[in-house]
């Protein structure tokens, strides 16, 4: 009864304590997920070359796993709602390990589309949001410096996982390589235990309305009747709750950015390697790039995180967020003038900080709009917006590789988009902070109106009084 009663009541979130191992455990899932997909595009040349296939034909396995991983990520959220966080995850590892193995005894890249696509993205998209949603219900003071750590699993572990998967496809092959990942993707199910749900006391904060006259039958016989359609209308108000932030304006700007984002951000990671081998970098200086790209991330995670948690640009995270997306997609811009290794590193650089500086910042960003009750509905929404533009950015821009046959449109592609998203959030901050300009200076004329006509009342009032008085001693 005594635990009954703490649960419903709820705890603030705690800022520390075991809110560390929930950073730990969402840190290691973002390595096995985000670093293991952009790992992926290490096998491009490897699959291309066994099977024989085009540009276009060989992205699709990239595209498969970035689509599957945000477009389940609604069901992730689902799962997590309904039963744990811990389930999801749990569920989520067994079944991305299991493709990965599959996938390391393909016979053909459509056998591949549907075991490390399908299967493998699956499983990712069930870890994903329910991991990233714990870490905000766990923090609130310090959520940004959270998420930064937690994320930044994405960028440590592309820095050491691509020399890795170099290592291991040249001594075991691509097939060898794929079955060792899928040991390691295994883990998420260790990362899952992790995750102890809590029940915050903001939850309580927005009650669901119950029908009056469920809650008192008439008689006994209507009991059970009764009871079940309050718990059927209970759980449409609940799911009508869960998901009304969909018609929040702010939240439909935040998306609109979150398409274009999707449409440029999977490009480089895809093509990056492809075009330093094009342009006649070896495979390790390649794959040395995707280490450098991720360490870099993990420096934008941490940084950016820390920055935004500091009281002076608390309330600029969203400004914060634009600058990283437009600066990464002014990067794009300048890729046909890289053709050394030299050259490239730079690129690396200033793409994996901003990078990680915008991807620790998706869910601050998130919860700044919707709050944290609803973190994990809204990351599942958020996270499924970049499924179609994941699904079909890497075959267009293999597509423009192989009808242009360099990489340059593909990669102006990617900037333009990233650009796009900045500018659309960036134009709305602007007409908002017009419009309240113009509310703040029809506030002021108003109330400088009021005074004027109080003043205008009092000094009327006290002339009567005069009259009235040298009226009664004359």
Known sequence: ???????????????????????????????????????????????????????????????????????????????????????????????????????????????????????????????????????GVYFCERKSLAYGIAMSGSGIGTFILAPVVQMLIEHYSWRGALLILGGLVSNLCVCGALLRPITLKEEEACPLPVDSACGHPANEKHLVVSRQQRNSKQRCLQSMQEYHFLLMPDFLVLAGSFLFLASGCSLPFVYLVPYALDVGVSHHHAAFLMSILGVIDIVGNITFGWLTDRRFLKKYRSICYMVSVGMEGLCCFFIPLLHTFALLVPFSVLYGYFDGAYVALIPVVTSDVVGTTYLSSALGVVYFLHAIPYLVSPPIGGWLVDTTGTYTATFFLSGFALISSALLLCTVTVIRHCQRIQRNRQSNKTTLEQCEAQQADFYTTKNKDLLIVNTATS
């Open 1 to 135: 009864m005594a635990q009954e009663r703490k649960k419903k009541a709820g705890v603030l979130p705690p800022d520390g304590g075991w809110g560390w191992m929930i950073v730990a455990g969402c840190f290691v899932v973002t390595v096995c997920t985000r670093a293991v997909t952009r790992c992926i595009s290490i096998f491009f040349v490897e699959f291309q070359v066994h099977f024989a296939r085009d540009y276009s034909g060989t992205a699709w396995i990239h595209s498969l796993v970035d689509c599957m991983t945000m477009l389940c990520a609604p069901l992730g959220s689902l799962i997590g709602n309904h039963l744990s966080c811990r389930v999801a995850v749990i569920l989520g590892g067994f079944l991305a390990s299991i493709g990965l193995v599959l996938s390391s005894f393909a016979t053909s890249l459509e056998y591949l589309y549907l075991t490390l696509g399908v299967l493998t993205g699956l499983g990712f998209a069930l870890c994903y949001t329910p991991a990233i949603a714990m870490v």
